[in-house]
């Protein structure tokens, strides 16, 4: 069975904010390889909206920079499923409205054959973790404290114990720290 990862980028007091990470070529091959190890990415409305206006430019007019235009490839094939009550359509080539609900369309694509199922937006993250159905946790950290914003663990019916397994640390500051639900 696929393994469903939700993968994301905060701030060290827990915000989910994209303009405060440090977004160097060290942490766009990380993401361009966690991309490339999946065949599928799952974003809300709002971050498929924020993904949609840039990388396809990008793909379409590269930036002579060699990670930023690697993963803005990558990003450009890989299969979106984007999950929204007001969108009607999507522009993206690679990208389709889920039409299920979260659980329904997850536990489908789960029982596919493929690579991992990358989780991209907070408000699906939290909806899957309180549905039990994300394997593991790839939470980036940046070495900022933004004080505000959109807490990730944010409505979450019931706590979860985590096991740490691993962890990556970029020259910025930044670290990935990889977790997996302990099940009872």
């Known amino acids: 069975m696929r393994k469903v990862i939700a993968a994301i980028n905060m701030t060290i007091d827990g915000y ?34 924020l993904m949609e206006s840039y990388w ?11 990670s930023t235009d690697e993963f803005a490839m ?53 909806a899957l973790l309180n549905l039990h159905l994300i394997d593991e946790f790839q939470l980036c950290i940046h070495p900022v404290i933004a004080g505000k914003g959109l807490p990730l663990f944010a409505n979450i019916s019931e706590s979860m114990k985590l096991h740490l397994t691993k962890t990556k640390t970029f020259g910025s500051g930044a670290t990935v720290f990889y977790y997996e639900p302990q099940r009872s």
């Not at 889920?98 to 369309?105: C, D, G, T, V």
């Open 74 to 126: 990558v990003m450009e094939h890989i299969t979106k499923v984007v999950f929204s009550y007001t969108l009607k359509s999507v522009d993206w080539d690679s990208a389709t409205l889920a039409k299920r609900s979260i659980e329904e369309e997850v536990l489908a694509l789960r029982r596919q054959p493929g690579k991992n199922i990358l989780v991209g937006s907070r408000s699906l993250i939290i």
């Open 56 to 66: 396809p430019l990008v793909a379409k007019n590269p930036t002579g920079d060699k």
């Open 16 to 49: 989910c904010d994209h303009t405060y990470g440090v977004a160097d070529d060290e942490l766009h091959d990380h993401y361009t390889a966690l991309l490339r190890n999946a065949d599928t990415i799952l974003y809300g409305r709002t971050t498929y909206q």
